[in-house]
């Protein structure tokens, strides 16, 4: 019916599909982006804590250990001066 009106809207539904079609890709492109980043971001963070917990660990053993030589230190002295 009306030709020229008809191919100037199949035109501009091209056009709008073309970058609704563009805008879905870099969308994409950009989520993938972020994941990335938010990953690399996550397992820095989770090496970190670890590293910061295993120093923390570290520090509780070293406390136990003195404490433990201390008490077996006394231990063997009570034991000397039962003996005694």
């Not at 136990?64 to 009570?78: C, I, P, Q, V």
């Amino acid at each position: 019916m009306l030709p020229r009106e008809t191919t100037y809207l199949n035109y501009l539904r091209d056009e709008s599909s073309y970058f609704t079609n563009q805008i879905f890709k870099e969308t994409r492109r950009m989520v993938m982006l972020d994941y990335a980043m938010a990953r690399e971001h996550f397992v820095d963070m989770g090496e970190q804590m670890l590293r910061h917990i295993e120093l923390i660990l570290k520090g509780w053993q070293e406390m136990l250990a003195y404490y433990s030589d201390l008490n077996n230190a006394r231990k063997e002295s009570d034991s000397q001066f039962v003996q005694k």
